[in-house]
């Protein structure tokens, strides 16, 4: 899928005034964009803060003029504030979950009310509170299958927000999963740089899964975070789930992990669309 961005920066869709922002939209739609995905952001969590950033106004018209089309939008919000903001305009989903405070009854209900999805990329705000994912590279079953720069990468931390507390990450989504708030795993993983540590694909979704549990998700939720749950908010209906008639995109694992999330590191086989696909065809670190 394709998701098109508009916020105030050089070299992506930008936008300064409520004109704009709609009239953005269709020509993203036009060059194919599934999602229109809004950046609620002036840079507090990044060490940056005071960049120029969406206004309410700029940001509700984007959004409004989405949903005319009929497509879905999601809001990059990684404050309380930018998170508001979102809730307001009437985004479908948050893809992230704020970490500059600990959470409210008051803006936990506001996201319920809003019938919003929340991506809270943990793996990402821990990346940028200093914490590495060398526990990860260092598993057996992770480590054969990076390559040096994703090793690297996934050892080293984004390291912008030191200040911030997992904790109150953990607590903010064990509160939204409690209020019914539909959660879904995401990484935000990016390119094989250490500037963007902490993360690297295919085994940060692994880890995302563990993180969503430590933070109270059973792990039937966890697994329904990265599959029907997703599919679902996502309107896929021919994916996510085991039934006739759907894509027979499938993992078989060694363990069972309704009780252990990190046996979805024991892949024994993967089907796509069917197929199984051959060993030395299964994308690290997969295999």
Not at 81 to 108: K, N, W, Y
Request: include cysteine.
């Amino acid at each position: 899928m394709q998701a098109a961005t508009v916020r105030l920066a050089t070299g992506w869709a930008f936008s300064s005034t409520p004109e704009e922002a709609a009239a953005f939209v269709p020509q993203l739609l036009a060059r194919g964009s599934d999602f229109i995905k809004f950046m609620i952001d002036d840079g507090t969590v990044e060490g940056h803060p005071g960049l120029p950033s969406l206004d309410q106004a700029t940001l509700n018209a984007g959004v409004a003029e989405a949903k005319k089309y009929g497509v879905l939008t999601v809001a990059h919000a990684l404050t309380v504030d930018a998170t508001r903001m979102a809730v307001e305009a009437g985004a479908d989903g948050l893809t992230h979950v704020f970490m500059d405070q600990p959470h409210t009854a008051e803006i936990i209900g506001l996201i319920r009310d809003a019938g919003m999805f929340v991506i809270p990329c943990i793996s990402l705000n821990a990346s940028m509170m200093g914490i590495t994912g060398s526990a990860l590279a260092d598993d057996p079953r992770v480590a054969a299958r990076l390559d040096d720069q994703w090793d690297r990468t996934l050892r080293s931390s984004y390291d912008r927000y030191p200040q911030g507390r997992l904790d109150e990450v953990y607590d903010t989504v064990r509160a939204l999963d409690a209020a019914g708030v539909d959660v879904l795993a995401g990484t935000d993983v990016s390119m094989p740089e250490t500037f963007f540590g902490g993360l690297a694909h295919g085994a940060s979704l692994h880890h995302e899964l563990q993180y969503l549990v430590a933070a109270g998700l059973t792990p039937s939720r966890a697994l329904r975070a990265a599959t029907a749950t997703t599919a679902r908010r996502f309107r896929l209906s021919d994916r996510g789930r085991i039934a006739e008639g759907l894509r027979a995109d499938l993992l078989l694992v060694d363990g069972d992990p309704t009780s252990d999330i990190g046996d979805t590191l024991n892949t024994r086989a993967v089907w796509r669309r069917g197929h199984r696909l051959a060993a030395d065809s299964i994308p690290a670190p997969l295999k």
